[in-house]
């Protein structure tokens, strides 16, 4: 399989991108400048070489991913999606957005008409099957390397859909996929990673989740 990244230059996109080559899966990188693109992946090849990355815009690395992982800020993407529909219809589309906000040192989980960057995300791109996943993941973690000791919560309407994606978050060393329901739950799962960023701040660490009993 190949994974497209929508605003990959990102550390989140950059993060997912080298996990996933780590583990043999190709990734292009998209940014709305091709040169930007190309200086993330010169920057993942300085921790190896041999990584199955490329740089390209955000259109051509929707064209050519067969899964497309969305990876901008939650206020670019209603300007950043609509264009991108053609490319993705009929594929796998990974929301890994949190519409938050800070003010005063402070984070908060912004409305969304939709009831989530997800569900949003849906209503953009309604010819993709869109799945929420990797919202609680630290970035910084994910560019580091090393096991995570997380799980990624998975959450879709489509199951064949969620099952492929709890499959490629087991891809990344120590992470569990967890089947969270349908896409309507997106919205509790971004809502944990605004609680995330209080406890890191409060406890100087990049927490993550787990889930007990299962």
Known sequence: MKSGFIGGTGEEGMGLAYRFAKAGHACIIGSRSAEKAQASVAELREKDTSLPISGATNAEASAQGEIVIVTTPYAAQADTLPPLAGAV??????????????????????????????????????????????????????????????????????????????????????????????????????????????????????????????
Request: aromatic residues 2%.
């Open 89 to 214: 219809d009929g594929k796998i589309v990974v929301s890994t957005v949190v519409p938050m906000a800070f003010e005063g040192g402070k984070a908060s989980l912004l409305r969304v008409p939709e009831g989530s960057a997800a569900q949003q995300e849906q209503a953009l791109l309604p010819g993709a099957t869109v799945v929420a996943a990797f919202q609680n993941l630290s970035a910084k973690k994910l560019l580091k390397g090393g096991p995570l000791e997380a799980d990624v919560v998975v959450c879709a309407d489509d199951a064949d859909a969620k099952r492929a994606i709890m499959q490629l978050a087991e891809l990344i060393e120590g992470v569990r996929g967890i089947d969270g329901g349908a896409l309507t739950n997106a919205q509790l799962v971004e809502g944990i990673t605004v609680l995330l960023v209080s406890v890191n701040r409060n406890y100087k660490t990049q927490a993550g989740v787990r889930i007990a009993g299962v």
